[in-house]
């Protein structure tokens, strides 16, 4: 069974800084593509950012220049380090991850339980 686990949310001041963790574990084989999704009450879950296995990333435009996402290919380990909030990044943040595990034997993606960002102007 593979379980993704975050940490690192709270509550910070505009243009402060944060940085969230999403630790997998469980039956895990590989992990190719990693992520961080975002979203805000009564709206989708969007993308923020996305890293491969060999560290390529890609950001949407409204976080570039201000979040960068890292990874722990030994620890299956996702960060995401985020400057200068703004209060418009105040949502829940999930990380996501293309996982092949025993149990299934072929890649699909997985969830963590989601932590909160709220930036106070």
């Known amino acids: 069974q593979v379980q993704l686990v975050e940490s690192g949310g709270g509550l910070v001041q505009a243009g402060g800084s944060l940085r969230l963790s999403c630790a997998a574990s469980g039956s895990i084989l590989s992990i190719n593509d990693m992520g961080w999704y975002r979203q805000y009450p009564g709206k989708q879950r969007e993308l923020v950012a996305t890293i491969t296995r060999g560290g390529s990333s890609n950001y949407v435009d409204p976080v570039k220049g201000r979040f960068t996402i890292s990874r722990d290919n030994a620890k299956n380990t996702v960060y995401l380090q985020m400057n200068s909030l703004k209060p418009e990044d105040t949502a829940v943040y999930y990380c996501?991850?293309?996982?092949?595990?025993?149990?299934?034997?072929?890649?699909?993606?997985?969830w963590g339980q989601g932590t909160q960002v709220t930036v106070s102007s």
């Open positions: 996501n991850s293309d996982i092949l595990s025993r149990a299934t034997m072929f890649f699909r993606p997985y």
